[in-house]
């Protein structure tokens, strides 16, 4: 598995000024089946973990805060 040596390179990338999961939300972590998100212990915000992304977008779109976004590369459109 490789990890996600930066955010900007990673296929999902979390806004942190709408990320909440310091206020307890982990539905991002939860509903990925690869479990490739985790919360930062420190910033207590989501981030992707390890770049081992299917693009099968739930975390998108079931965060409710629209703080995920899944970076879709173009030849999979």
Do not use: H
Not at 49 to 77: H, S
């Amino acid at each position: 598995m490789t990890i996600a040596t930066t955010r900007t390179q990673a296929p999902v990338v979390v806004d942190q000024s709408k990320c909440i999961a310091e206020k307890g939300c982990t539905v991002c972590v939860d509903v990925c089946p690869l479990d490739v998100l985790a919360i930062d212990m420190v910033s207590n915000k989501a981030f992707m973990k390890f770049d081992e992304c299917w693009y099968c977008m739930p975390c998108e779109q079931d965060c409710p805060t629209g703080a995920v976004q899944v970076n879709i590369p173009y030849l999979l459109r």
